[in-house]
């Protein structure tokens, strides 16, 4: 099961994944941003809290091209 909540600021969107293991793409947004194992410039991303509060949440990309998988420490 996947609830995607999106939050407008701006032109900003936040979406929210209930399920890690959905690998289901194709609702999440798109960003310009290096894949570290073939080069291509789009991923799909969604961001999650995963220490406390205080820390910044961690983005989670996929490659477009090649569906590698990676992460971003805010």
């Known amino acids: 099961m996947v609830i995607i909540n999106r939050k ?4 900003r969107k ?3 994944i209930d399920d ?9 947004p798109k960003t310009k941003v290096i894949c570290p194992k073939c080069d291509n410039s ?4 969604f961001m999650r809290q ?5 820390e910044p949440p961690t983005l989670f ?3 477009t091209k090649c569906g590698h ?6």
Request: proline content about 0%; charged content about 35%.
């Open 20 to 28: 890690e293991d959905d690998d289901d793409s194709k609702h999440l």
């Open 50 to 54: 995963m220490r406390a509060a205080d």
């Open 61 to 63: 990309y996929t490659c």
């Open 8 to 11: 407008v600021e701006s032109t």
């Open 69 to 74: 998988k990676w992460r971003s420490y805010g």
């Open 14 to 16: 936040v979406v929210v």
């Open 42 to 45: 789009d991923a799909y991303w």
